[in-house]
């Protein structure tokens, strides 16, 4: 009913703007532009939901199919934050990629990474706006290298941490009421990274704040 509910909103605010501006019932040029822009943002994010659906569907009958193949993932994870950063302008999130820009090939599937990434990017657009920033660094760490998304939002409580990848969960509704989910991002980004070798883990950032940490595969590439 949750995920039936999420698909929901957008279809109806998609139909709504569709139909005023098929109607010509708007005339400004200004305000045709705004309601363009909430149709694509609210078709960008069905996709996401539905994606997120057929990944879990496939996921949990052990039908996902992965084709894995050499990735520049900096260059990848650069091109992917690239199509969301008009959301985050609109949030307010000041984003930041550093790190080596050599070392980062891996044998991944690209739809797969850019699956993972694009639920981590919602996460931070969704929960963490009003830190005003993310951080977005590629390291090598004791378990190899890692992608960092670290944000200045509220962080999660010590008492959500270990269900924080569980199918469905949400950490706390004052905390999640005023945003849309299924509770289905992050569980399912940590299940195709460990599918192909990597892994997703979290983090409470010093200072406050959240730090996902996104491990590539080691082994399979120099």
Do not use: W
């Amino acid at each position: 009913s949750n995920v039936s509910h999420e698909l929901k909103t957008p279809l109806t605010t998609i139909r709504m703007y569709a139909e005023l501006l098929a109607d010509g019932r708007v005339r400004e040029e200004e305000k045709r532009s705004d309601y363009l822009r909430v149709i694509i943002e609210q078709a960008q994010r069905l996709a996401r939901l539905v994606n997120n659906v057929l990944d879990f569907s496939r996921i949990e009958q052990n039908r996902k199919k992965y084709d894995i193949e050499p990735l520049d993932a900096r260059e990848a994870l650069v091109r992917i934050l690239e199509t969301q950063q008009p959301r985050f302008d609109e949030a307010g999130i000041r984003l930041s990629v550093t790190g080596p820009a050599e070392g980062f090939s891996a044998a991944l599937d690209r739809d797969a990474f850019e699956q993972a990434v694009l639920n981590l990017a919602d996460n931070a657009i969704k929960y963490a706006a009003e830190g005003k920033e993310l951080q977005v660094e590629l390291a090598s760490g004791a378990q190899g290298r890692e992608i960092r998304f670290l944000d200045r939002g509220p962080g999660v409580p010590a008492s959500h941490r270990g269900r924080l990848f569980q199918n469905f969960h949400r950490v706390d509704d004052s905390l999640t009421s005023r945003q849309p989910g299924t509770g289905l991002g992050l569980s399912i980004a940590r299940r195709m990274m460990r599918d192909m070798g990597g892994d997703i883990a979290f983090e409470p950032r010093p200072g406050g704040g959240s730090c996902f940490v996104l491990r590539l595969p080691e082994g399979r590439m120099s």
